[in-house]
């Protein structure tokens, strides 16, 4: 069994609760009342996504060779 790591993004909505994105797999979006429950969803959804791709026999991405920097600008 191999681990793999995924960076996911949340956004606490206006009106309650969490979105979470994974950047690296497109449309792979849920959502959580609280930050556990989100997080916990968000684990689930990237299972699924990539039982998906194993099952149609398409490459599952990683984050293996990816870097983050946050740049900060003046507006």
């Known amino acids: 069994m191999k681990i793999l ?3 996911i993004l949340l956004k606490k909505e206006a009106e309650g609760g969490y979105t ?3 950047p ?3 449309g792979c979006v849920t959502y959580g009342d609280t930050m556990e429950e989100a997080i916990k969803m968000a ?3 990237i299972q699924l996504y990539i039982e998906s791709l194993q099952e149609h ?3 599952i ?3 293996e060779e990816t870097m983050e920097y946050t740049l900060t600008v003046e507006i």
Do not use: C, Q
Request: glycine share 6%; proline share 11%.
């Open 24 to 26: 690296l797999l497109p």
């Open 43 to 45: 684990k689930e959804a």
């Open 57 to 59: 026999g398409e490459e």
């Open 5 to 7: 790591s995924y960076r």
């Open 61 to 63: 991405p990683s984050e």
């Open 20 to 22: 979470v994105i994974v």
